[in-house]
């Protein structure tokens, strides 16, 4: 926003509750409601909303089907790169002026996990967003517990020995939401007359299978629930000469948004190909995860993977390498045909498999800011806490196993103009070995090899969601609203 008179700039905040609240104020898949809706309202003067600051506030509990505390001391958790997120499916952002969507993000769980650990270090981890958003590094997954993490005694003092599972109050969140257009850098006009005209926020919620998962959620048919749920929407109120002139005037507000597709694949060189039907692509972003997995309790759905032993990666546009005119390749096959001092010995392969070129492609694709302005990330490459030591493609699935947080993505256009996917081809090809033995199973005794390859059965098959970035202008006057795509 343009303010020529600072003076004529106040800024406050405005707490919301859901407009759909329902008796009791539980949202949850099984046992409330799965939608939760904020209602922002428009104002006569232009008022503007800061989505960076956005924060929707609440308390996690989770129980058994019979509503009875989860016992301590059993494997029940959520992913701790995901957070709070994890309990998201869709998020919706429409414009009340306009009557439209703005921005509908699906996946919206395996988005986010991918956003917070390319994007913050681990003192950011194990500081704002550990209280915030409920996030944690991998080491240990038990911290977060939803069994004993965070408990609060009502009778005034903090149990940290033997916690009674009554009295488990559950645990607090302030979490902001990981959305193109809240987080695009630009406040959003809220007025009728020179913004969008007020905005609605609608929260799809997942279902209890793909949130709680660990070896003793199914058996537990472990539950979650939302309460006490407030948004808090920070605006600064312009008047004065600074908001006549924009009401005078054409304003524009530019934007990003997510849109993803799901594919799967199966084989040691698989190609995914597709019109997006987008005219202005920033980045990709890709993420995987064994198909198997999803819909199974036992597993992390929100797990990010490594798929497997990558040897090469490939992007293309029409079928003509772009934007880069060569193959992104890894140095994980080369190990795993020269790295193997006494064959039978399993711990003789233990070593560091760095992607550093995909690496850092997917640092820029997700960041959407060239390589020497990334400056935070929660990766390392001799680290336990993201890193990538001997990650075979199913490590983290479980909740005790340490993850990774590792994914590709590429970046096609860091100064906004983007790139034209409306009428042509966006691929990917990306290769991975078909006799992988690299990796070793140290849980087993002794510790035995872990294979870690795509063969093309369904054990190994991988789903992967893929994340368009694209740009988005909104022309905005008294006369009307004009979206440009």
């Not at 084989?267 to 920033?282: K, Y």
């Not at 999803?294 to 759905?301: D, P, R, Y």
């Not at 993505?409 to 990306?430: C, I, K, M, R």
Request: glycine share 8%; aromatic share 8%; charged share 15%.
């Amino acid at each position: 926003m343009n303010i020529s008179n600072l003076q004529d700039v106040k800024k406050r905040f405005i707490q919301l509750h859901p407009v759909n609240a329902a008796s009791g104020g539980q949202y949850s898949f099984r046992n409330g409601l799965p939608l939760i809706k904020f209602d922002i309202s428009a104002s006569m003067m232009p008022l503007f909303l800061d989505g960076s600051e956005l924060r929707i506030s609440g308390r996690l509990t989770a129980k058994t089907a019979a509503n009875a505390a989860l016992t301590p001391g059993n494997n029940n958790f959520i992913d701790g790169f995901a957070g709070i997120n994890n309990l998201i499916d869709i998020v919706t952002i429409s414009s009340k002026r306009l009557n439209t969507v703005i921005e509908r993000v699906s996946q919206y769980h395996r988005l986010a996990p991918s956003l917070t650990s390319s994007l913050n270090d681990l003192n950011d981890y194990e500081n704002s967003l550990c209280h915030g958003n409920l996030n944690h590094t991998t080491i240990p997954l038990t911290r977060a517990g939803l069994n004993t993490y965070s408990d609060i005694d009502p009778q005034g003092g903090r149990n940290i020995g033997n916690r009674d599972p009554v009295q488990q109050r559950g645990q607090d969140f302030s979490a902001q939401l990981y959305t193109g257009v809240l987080q695009s850098g630009q406040m959003i006009d809220l007025s009728t007359s020179s913004g969008v005209g007020g905005l609605v926020i609608e929260i799809l919620l997942r279902s209890d299978v793909g949130v709680v998962f660990g070896s003793d959620a199914a058996t537990n048919q472990a539950t979650y629930n939302l309460q006490d749920l407030v948004l808090t929407v920070p605006v600064y109120e312009m008047g004065g000469a600074s908001a006549a002139a924009r009401q005078q005037q054409v304003n524009e507000f530019s934007f990003n948004s997510w849109q993803s597709m799901f594919q799967t694949i199966n084989s040691s060189t698989s190609v995914i190909a597709f019109t997006p039907g987008l005219s202005r692509v920033t980045s990709v972003l890709t993420n995987y995860i064994t198909a198997s997995d999803l819909g199974n309790q036992a597993f992390n759905a929100c797990r990010l993977g490594p798929i497997g032993e990558l040897q090469a990666v490939r992007w293309s546009q029409n079928g003509a390498l772009f934007p880069m005119q060569f193959r992104l390749e890894t140095i994980e096959q080369r190990n795993n045909d020269s790295a193997k001092t006494n064959t039978a010995n399993p711990w003789s392969s233990h070593i560091y498999s760095n992607r550093a070129e995909p690496f850092r492609n997917a640092l820029e694709g997700i960041s959407t800011k060239r390589n020497s302005h990334n400056h935070s990330c929660i990766s390392s490459w001799d680290g336990w806490s993201a890193g990538v030591v001997d990650r075979p493609q199913n490590a983290g699935r479980d909740g005790v196993t340490p993850g990774t947080a590792e994914g590709l993505a590429v970046l096609y256009d860091a100064y906004g103009a983007g790139v034209n996917f409306q009428n042509t081809v966006w691929s990917v090809e990306v290769n991975c070995s078909s006799t992988s033995q690299l990796e070793i199973d140290a849980t087993a005794a002794p510790p035995v090899r872990d294979a870690n390859n795509l063969d093309g059965t369904a054990a190994t098959a991988q789903a992967i969601v893929i994340y368009f970035l694209s740009k988005n202008t909104l022309m905005m006057s008294s006369n009307g609203i004009d979206v440009v795509r």
